[in-house]
């Protein structure tokens, strides 16, 4: 197994191509929901780009020391969104699915929870090997299932110096 380091350019291009993916399909979709952490920038820039409402909804499936070892996954008892209409057509975007269960459990957790939703797919910039669960978009195809290195990720272990928190 290789990893795989991500540029802000490559990272934003890629969202823009996961746009255009989801442009061409032709799929009409009232609202997108992104899954947080990973799927926040994401999410954030395709709702920008299609114009439509974005609900958030916190998961976490990641922990340790080095935030890369697999637990149980949690999903947050309520989503955020600015209104309580959900829409019939839904967008779950996350950055990745590399198992699949956040994917899997997720759009179980929103269809339950909103019985309106008729049609929902799912959004992601990279589909491992690996993943059980296969997204209806996707820009890359990861065969060989690195660990993803993503250009924000070094806020993971930034220190703030003292004179910062001292900062009135």
């Given at each position: 197994m290789?990893?795989?380091?991500?540029s802000?350019?490559?990272?934003?291009?890629?969202?823009?191509?996961?746009?255009?993916?989801?442009?061409?399909?032709?799929?009409?979709?009232?609202?997108?929901?992104?899954?947080?952490?990973?799927?926040?920038?994401?999410g954030?820039?395709?709702?920008?780009?299609?114009?439509?409402?974005?609900?958030?909804?916190a998961?976490s499936?990641?922990?340790?020391?080095d935030?890369?070892?697999?637990?149980?996954?949690?999903?947050a008892?309520?989503?955020?969104?600015?209104?309580?209409?959900?829409?019939?057509?839904?967008?779950?975007?996350?950055?990745?699915v590399?198992?699949?269960?956040?994917?899997?459990?997720?759009?179980?957790?929103?269809?339950?929870?909103?019985?309106?939703?008729?049609?929902?797919?799912?959004?992601?910039?990279?589909?491992?090997?690996?993943s059980?669960?296969i997204?209806?978009?996707?820009?890359?195809?990861?065969?060989h299932?690195?660990?993803?290195?993503?250009?924000?990720?070094?806020?993971?272990?930034?220190?703030?110096?003292?004179?910062?928190?001292?900062?009135?």
């Amino acid at each position: 197994m290789y990893d795989l380091d991500v540029s802000w350019d490559e990272y934003h291009h890629s969202i823009e191509q996961l746009a255009e993916n989801i442009f061409q399909s032709q799929w009409e979709f009232d609202r997108i929901v992104c899954l947080a952490r990973g799927g926040m920038r994401v999410g954030d820039i395709l709702s920008r780009i299609f114009n439509k409402p974005l609900a958030i909804l916190a998961t976490s499936s990641y922990g340790g020391e080095d935030r890369q070892t697999r637990s149980k996954l949690a999903i947050a008892s309520q989503i955020t969104m600015t209104d309580n209409r959900m829409g019939k057509r839904v967008l779950l975007v996350d950055d990745l699915v590399d198992s699949g269960v956040t994917l899997q459990q997720t759009t179980i957790w929103l269809r339950d929870l909103y019985p309106e939703i008729e049609d929902l797919k799912t959004a992601v910039i990279w589909y491992k090997a690996c993943s059980q669960y296969i997204p209806e978009y996707y820009v890359t195809h990861l065969p060989h299932n690195p660990w993803i290195h993503q250009p924000f990720e070094k806020y993971d272990r930034y220190k703030l110096s003292t004179a910062a928190r001292n900062c009135p």
